[in-house]
């Protein structure tokens, strides 16, 4: 499938970025009230006046630059005293589809929650039971060229097509000896977005089996209806800009620290493997495909002047940011933060995430403030874990 123009024209986020992205509270919110402001009309239209979303369901799907909204999510939810729908432990009981009842505290019929952000396979019926009508539904999708590269990377030890190949190109060459369809975790070696998303199997070749492409067609017709709006990891300023429009969000409510990435690197795939990822991937190709042409009119509507100006403040925020609170003003090797509160996860095999320690001599309600946005996933869920259920004090100010 031929992407349209605009969606050719990948920026490089920098090194700070790495290969996940992140989406980020930034410093001032947490200190404060959350500002209600109507998002900038283009030149010579009037406001409208919006009041902020705070009814919100994320689909955090597998190596797309996730981890960074769920810390976006966590800080603003905490900020506002708002209810999450937390998973007993870090995820929904993926990889099997979302259930209520995986919710803790959950009971039917019961209040809803305010927000959900955790690894699930999605299913529509049951996040409904959790979440309110008026909730904004949004997820985050990545080129399968790259996110199959990631995937290799970080699930090398956990799915068994991958651990069975030597190297990435040897599993490129021929996918079919490695792959075993419904082998345990072997999702995370196919089409990873569609499953992430609850999407159904599809059978034979969407580009050239007319049912097939039709099912394709109606599932993603289906994901229109559901939901507001999808990111591009690959655009991904571009994209919190678009999100803190249509959530009504001040613009400082996304400045945004780089979460769960890996050490700068040239480009880890070449043009042929980008093809023979996106050929195997062949349902994400065309799921992105469609979203990606979704999300470039909507930044068309938006006004691209508008929206360079903003992501050009954007960065000067985040900038701003990272020197007043990061020490070395980025992310670090996870071995160079002592603090175990703000080191990040590693999985099992050769890839390393990087993570960040905060400057000495940071003012304590400073201190704290950049220690939310510094926060990783896991540690993060557990502090609001505590907050809602008990079981210990919450943390304190994090260092080092």
Same mark, same amino acid.
């Given at each position: 499938?031929?992407?349209?123009?605009?969606?050719?024209?990948?920026?490089?986020?920098?090194?700070?970025?790495?290969?996940?992205?992140?989406?980020?509270?930034?410093?001032?919110?947490?200190?404060?009230?959350?500002?209600?402001?109507?998002?900038?009309?283009?030149?010579?239209?009037?406001? @409208?006046?919006?009041?902020?979303?705070?009814?919100?369901?994320?689909?955090?799907?597998?190596?797309?630059?996730?981890?960074?909204?769920?810390?976006?999510?966590? /800080?603003?939810?905490?900020?506002?005293?708002?209810?999450?729908?937390?998973?007993?432990?870090?995820?929904?009981?993926? $990889?099997?589809?979302?259930?209520?009842?995986? @919710?803790?505290?959950?009971?039917?019929?019961?209040?809803?929650?305010?927000?959900?952000?955790?690894?699930?396979?999605?299913?529509?019926?049951?996040?409904?039971? @959790?979440?309110?009508?008026?909730?904004?539904?949004?997820?985050?999708?990545?080129?399968?060229? &790259? %996110?199959?590269?990631?995937?290799?990377?970080?699930?090398?030890?956990?799915?068994?097509?991958?651990?069975?190949?030597?190297?990435?190109?040897?599993?490129?060459?021929?996918?079919?000896?490695?792959?075993?369809?419904?082998?345990?975790?072997?999702?995370?070696?196919?089409?990873?977005?569609?499953?992430?998303?609850?999407?159904?199997?599809?059978?034979?070749?969407?580009?050239?089996?007319?049912?097939?492409?039709?099912?394709?067609?109606?599932?993603?017709?289906?994901?229109?209806? &559901?939901?507001?709006?999808?990111?591009?990891?690959?655009?991904?300023?571009?994209?919190?800009?678009?999100?803190?429009?249509?959530?009504?969000?001040?613009?400082?409510?996304?400045? @945004?620290?780089?979460?769960?990435?890996?050490?700068?690197?040239?480009?880890?795939?070449?043009?042929?493997? !980008?093809?023979? =990822?996106? +050929?195997?991937?062949? %349902?994400?190709?065309?799921?992105?495909?469609? =979203?990606?042409?979704?999300?470039?009119?909507?930044?068309?509507?938006?006004? +691209?002047?508008?929206? /360079?100006?903003?992501?050009?403040?954007?960065?000067?925020?985040?900038?701003? %940011?990272?020197?007043?609170?990061?020490?070395?003003?980025?992310?670090? $090797?996870?071995?160079?933060?002592?603090?175990?509160?703000?080191?990040?996860?590693?999985?099992?095999?050769?890839?390393?995430?990087?993570?960040?320690?905060?400057?000495?001599?940071?003012?304590?309600?400073?201190?704290?403030?950049?220690?939310?946005?510094?926060?990783?996933?896991?540690?993060?869920?557990?502090?609001?874990?505590?907050?809602?259920?008990?079981?210990?004090? &919450?943390?304190?100010? !994090?260092?080092?």
């Amino acid at each position: 499938m031929k992407l349209p123009p605009a969606c050719c024209r990948f920026q490089t986020l920098g090194a700070a970025l790495g290969v996940c992205v992140t989406i980020g509270f930034a410093v001032q919110l947490l200190g404060g009230p959350f500002q209600r402001r109507a998002p900038m009309a283009p030149a010579g239209r009037p406001q @409208v006046p919006c009041q902020p979303h705070t009814h919100l369901v994320f689909l955090k799907t597998h190596k797309t630059g996730g981890s960074s909204v769920v810390n976006m999510l966590h /800080r603003f939810g905490e900020a506002q005293g708002l209810r999450f729908a937390l998973p007993h432990r870090y995820q929904f009981g993926y $990889p099997n589809p979302f259930r209520a009842e995986r @919710v803790k505290g959950y009971q039917p019929g019961g209040t809803p929650f305010d927000i959900i952000c955790h690894h699930m396979r999605f299913n529509l019926t049951e996040v409904q039971k @959790v979440m309110p009508n008026d909730s904004f539904y949004f997820s985050i999708v990545r080129d399968p060229a &790259t %996110l199959g590269e990631s995937a290799f990377a970080y699930y090398r030890a956990v799915a068994p097509a991958f651990r069975r190949a030597p190297s990435l190109a040897a599993f490129l060459a021929n996918p079919g000896h490695f792959y075993e369809p419904g082998a345990r975790s072997n999702h995370y070696a196919r089409n990873l977005q569609w499953f992430d998303f609850g999407l159904p199997a599809v059978a034979g070749d969407a580009a050239g089996d007319a049912a097939a492409s039709d099912a394709v067609s109606a599932a993603l017709a289906t994901l229109d209806r &559901t939901f507001a709006l999808v990111l591009l990891a690959e655009h991904f300023d571009e994209s919190l800009v678009l999100l803190r429009e249509a959530l009504c969000w001040p613009e400082e409510a996304v400045a @945004v620290f780089a979460h769960n990435g890996r050490p700068a690197a040239g480009p880890r795939v070449s043009p042929a493997q !980008a093809a023979l =990822l996106r +050929a195997w991937n062949g %349902l994400d190709w065309a799921l992105y495909a469609h =979203l990606n042409r979704s999300f470039w009119r909507r930044a068309e509507a938006f006004g +691209a002047a508008r929206l /360079r100006d903003e992501v050009a403040r954007l960065r000067e925020r985040r900038a701003a %940011l990272a020197r007043g609170c990061l020490r070395g003003g980025g992310p670090l $090797p996870a071995r160079a933060i002592a603090d175990g509160r703000l080191r990040p996860f590693q999985p099992p095999g050769r890839a390393q995430i990087l993570g960040y320690a905060l400057r000495a001599g940071l003012a304590p309600a400073e201190r704290e403030r950049c220690a939310r946005m510094a926060t990783p996933e896991l540690q993060y869920k557990d502090i609001l874990d505590r907050q809602q259920f008990g079981g210990g004090n &919450t943390s304190g100010p !994090a260092g080092g």
